[in-house]
């Protein structure tokens, strides 16, 4: 089992950048793919990236694609989430999760952070 810890959330303005942490403990995460999601108010849980183990490929949702990039440092238990040129419908909890699957064209996983919190104004 892994334990998942987000953070660097905060308050931003529309065009800027932001880098979440995903901080693991309780085993490696060397052999799980990991990945982000979040969820807006009043909508459902959303796909946003995902990364293999090695970290050489990735996966991104369209709606962030060119903006947001996710990386791993596996010596560390680190994995990260660059977001870039943000917009105010990038505002969302935002999760890191651990054992990514996916069913019918569905992402879910067996690990989930509390989630941070990001917030774009405009």
């Known amino acids: 089992q892994v334990q998942l810890v987000e953070s660097g959330g905060g308050l931003v303005q529309a065009g800027g950048s932001l880098r979440l942490s995903c901080a693991a403990s309780?085993?490696?995460?060397?052999?799980?793919?990991m990945g982000w999601f979040r969820q807006a108010p009043g909508k459902e849980r959303e796909f946003v990236a995902i990364?293999?183990?090695?970290?050489?490929?990735?996966v991104y949702a369209d709606s962030v694609k060119g903006r947001f990039t996710i990386s791993r440092d596996n010596a560390k238990y680190m994995v990260y989430l660059h977001m870039n040129s943000l917009k105010p419908e990038d505002t969302a909890v935002y999760y890191c999760a651990a054992r990514l699957k996916q069913t019918a064209g569905i992402w879910s996983a067996d690990y989930w952070g509390q989630g941070t919190q990001v917030t774009v104004s405009s």
């Open positions: 990364i293999n183990t090695s970290g050489d490929n990735v």
């Open positions: 309780g085993r490696t995460i060397d052999s799980y793919v």
